[in-house]
């Protein structure tokens, strides 16, 4: 069988002494949506923060396209084709919706113009308002800059870091929308969600992950009909 195009298998590490994860296995395939959820505190960003090379691992690897990138810097993973949106401070506030763009494209020699026209066409609000300063927009709408920069890189694999965290449940939705047509473009999505429910919904696969560890992993759709996950992790 073929490999996934991320494989992060056996992740062991943390901050100082202590251990966050414990053998903690996450993949992807090409065009996949995966979501990361568990409870407060289960190391889900941690879990991100590791496969983006900023956490340094005890334990496990890290495969992207069939090569190992271990041992990479976060830099040298955006080069390989991985971008990484976190929760917060995900902006330059000061700079106007197109240059947080332009800055997404730091890497790229070539001409970048067609990307910024795809992003605006996925993302319309921010073509309008293209030249505003990103720090007056709306949360929301912040979101889709941050989503929009790291698309600049055209990675192969997005990963993203509570993206619907404090917008509305209709920006939620519409996030989750443009969060499918970037996978149907056969880019990967990997993303840990605090709405865990709306999250499974769009998940090809998902991950339960408790203390560190995988706890369950199923498709989206087998887990939100898991009484047990409903239970523990759903509400019910």
């Known amino acids: 069988m073929a490999e996934p195009y991320l494989l992060a298998e056996g992740m062991t590490g943390g901050y ?3 251990d966050i994860l414990h053998g903690c296995t996450l993949k992807v395939e090409k065009g996949q949506i995966a979501v990361i959820v568990g409870p407060n505190g289960a190391g889900k960003s941690t879990a991100m923060k590791a496969v983006f090379g900023m956490l340094k691992l005890r334990g496990g690897h890290v495969r992207l396209g069939g090569r190992d990138i271990t041992r990479l810097s976060p830099q040298e993973r955006v080069a390989q084709g991985m971008a990484f949106v976190p929760q917060t401070h995900n902006v330059f506030p000061s700079m106007s919706v197109e240059e947080n763009l332009e800055m997404g494209a730091f890497l790229r020699q070539d001409d970048f113009r067609p990307t910024i026209e795809q992003v605006y066409d996925l993302f319309p609000v921010l073509r309008d308002k ?8 709306s949360g929301g709408q912040r979101q889709q800059v941050a989503v929009g920069r790291a698309l600049m890189t055209q990675p192969q694999l997005l990963m993203l870091d509570e993206p619907t965290a404090g917008v509305s449940p209709i920006v ?9 047509e970037v996978a149907r473009t056969g880019i990967s999505i990997l993303m840990v969600e605090q709405n865990a429910r709306q999250a499974l919904e769009i998940a090809d696969i998902g991950y ?10 199923d498709t989206g759709a087998a887990l939100l009909a898991d009484p047990e996950v409903r239970r523990t992790f759903l509400g019910g």
């Open 208 to 217: 339960v992950l408790v203390q560190g560890a995988n706890r369950y992993t």
């Open 172 to 180: 939620m939705d519409e996030l989750f929308d443009r969060i499918i």
């Open 16 to 18: 100082g002494a202590a």
């Open 130 to 137: 293209r030249n505003q300063p990103a720090g007056e927009l």
